[in-house]
């Protein structure tokens, strides 16, 4: 009885080995998203522990230095779940081949995959049919061992470079809308200090931004929830105050419309729906305004042309149109921005994490495709 039941312990532990592998592989190699099963869980596991310590934070500063924490050990913890399931995988597959105890194969994986050479087939004189494949076995959970702290050593600097580009016009972003950024500051600043005419190359480089958001956050997964420097600094309210300051000129502003506005908006649009897709978050793919309503009442719209106006910002006359077309651009990333502000935890701003959306890592659901 107990011979025949090596057959599916051997598959069993090959298997846990090969979805571990898979797993290292679409998280660190694959260069596109992929919420992988593993991965998701490990993140979940330890989103909870940080959540049940950030719920008892007395302010925002003290849960964003917890919170800090999350995405470091979180990704470190990765390699750790993946080399513990390689080494139970393995000492199944030992187990399997006809090592006499659980306890030998255990120590046999253990020196094998961190290739300490402590113990080994010789040591523990291990001959039978079974002595090739036990060697092999050996040698490639070493090779293993050793490819998966590679893949993290070559993974670190490709992700700080990716955060590091990201921060930089984060940063910028102050000196032009304060922080927490403000679309109405980054407006009536730029009217004050250069006029509005430079703003197209202003939405030129956040276009580029987004694209690069859109690949890098989708891709490296973990970067969503790196921090920036600043506790009152983010990514993604950065982002929203970009796309509201292009939407508020592209509709209330009284300017020759350009495209370069447009076209900003709708790289925004189209790089947070992808990261709403990696993270399997469901949203309208065609919204239309009144249709699919937006979390901005128009009283908050009317006392933001009443600052722009107090600015001297030239505003079109018609106030009821320029709602419609607001509505009608801000609609296309309402819900992800909302969305996504809550699951980083984002720090206050306008029209973004200000609208009481701050959730878990949501469940699984069926996304729409952008």
Request: aromatic share 12%.
């Amino acid at each position: 009885m107990l011979d025949f039941l090596r057959i599916p312990v051997f598959i069993f532990g090959a298997a846990i080995v090969i979805f571990t592998l898979l797993s290292a592989i679409r998280t660190f190699v694959l260069p596109r998203g992929d919420n992988n099963f593993l991965t998701r869980q490990v993140f979940r596991g330890v989103n909870q522990l940080f959540s049940i310590r950030a719920s008892k934070a007395q302010s925002y500063l003290e849960r964003d230095r917890i919170m800090a924490l999350f995405a470091p050990i979180t990704l470190l913890s990765l390699p750790v779940i993946w080399l513990i399931l390689v080494l139970v995988g393995y000492t199944l597959m030992y187990w399997a081949i006809g090592i006499p105890s659980l306890y030998d194969a255990f120590k046999i994986s253990g020196s094998s995959l961190y290739t300490l050479g402590y113990f080994t087939i010789d040591t523990l004189g291990f001959i039978n049919a079974n002595g090739l494949l036990a060697t092999i076995l050996q040698f490639s959970q070493a090779t293993i061992g050793l490819g998966l702290v590679a893949l993290l050593i070559s993974y670190l600097p490709t992700m700080y470079a990716a955060f590091s580009k990201r921060e930089t016009l984060v940063t910028m972003l102050e000196v032009r809308a304060d922080s927490p950024p403000s679309p109405i500051t980054l407006i009536t600043r730029a009217h004050s200090i250069r006029g509005l005419d430079y703003l197209p190359e202003f939405w030129q480089e956040w276009e580029v931004w987004f694209s690069e958001i859109d690949e890098s956050h989708t891709s490296l997964g973990p970067i969503n929830f790196f921090r920036s420097p600043q506790p009152d600094r983010s990514w993604i309210t950065a982002a929203g105050a970009v796309l509201d300051a292009a939407s508020l000129m592209t509709s209330v502003v009284d300017v020759p419309r350009t495209p370069e506005a447009q076209l900003c908006i709708r790289a925004g649009f189209v790089a947070l729906r992808h990261i709403a897709d990696f993270f399997r978050i469901p949203y309208e793919t065609n919204p239309f305004f009144p249709d699919q309503p937006i979390s901005i009442t128009r009283e908050e719209f009317d006392e933001a042309c009443e600052e722009l106006a107090a600015a001297d910002v030239p505003l079109k006359a018609d106030r009821d149109q320029a709602w419609i077309d607001f509505a009608g651009w801000r609609v296309n990333y309402d819900t992800v921005l909302l969305e996504l502000a809550g699951l980083m935890m984002a720090p206050y701003a306008m029209w973004s994490s200000d609208r009481g959306l701050q959730r878990k890592l949501p469940r699984r659901k069926k996304a729409k495709t952008a």
